[in-house]
């Protein structure tokens, strides 16, 4: 298991910009392939971005595409999501997601991932 810890979010214009951090617990980081996805109130929760333990592999929702950039940096055992030209359909509660595996790959699906932060909420003003 691996604690996850949100942070970054809060209220923005529209067309502005936010930072979401994710810092994990554990000595693993190195292996752990992260995600993040997000919910909006009465929706379902939806994939939004992963990234593979090695970097090198991304995945985004086609929603978020050259708006939103995933990076990690596995010293400081964190992964980020820069979120850049907001809409208000982008306000939602946003978890981190973190799964441990030796397959180096970004998986788009909420049950590939074992591990959940509590979520961060971003609110994007019109």
């Known amino acids: 298991q691996v604690q996850l810890v949100e942070s970054g979010g809060g209220l923005v214009q529209a067309g502005g910009s936010l930072r979401l951090s994710c810092v994990t617990s554990?000595?693993?980081?190195?292996?752990?392939?992260m995600g993040w996805f997000r919910q909006a109130p009465g929706k379902e929760r939806d994939f939004v971005a992963a990234?593979?333990?090695?970097?090198?592999?991304?995945a985004y929702a086609d929603s978020v595409k050259g708006r939103f950039t995933i990076s990690r940096d596995t010293p400081e055992n964190a992964v980020y999501l820069q979120m850049d030209d907001l809409n208000p359909e982008d306000s939602a509660l946003y978890f981190c997601a973190a799964r441990l595996s030796s397959r180096d790959y970004a998986p788009r699906a909420e049950g590939e991932y074992d591990n959940w932060g509590q979520g961060t909420l971003v609110t994007v003003s019109s």
């Open positions: 554990g000595r693993t980081f190195s292996v752990y392939t």
């Open positions: 990234i593979s333990w090695s970097g090198i592999n991304t």
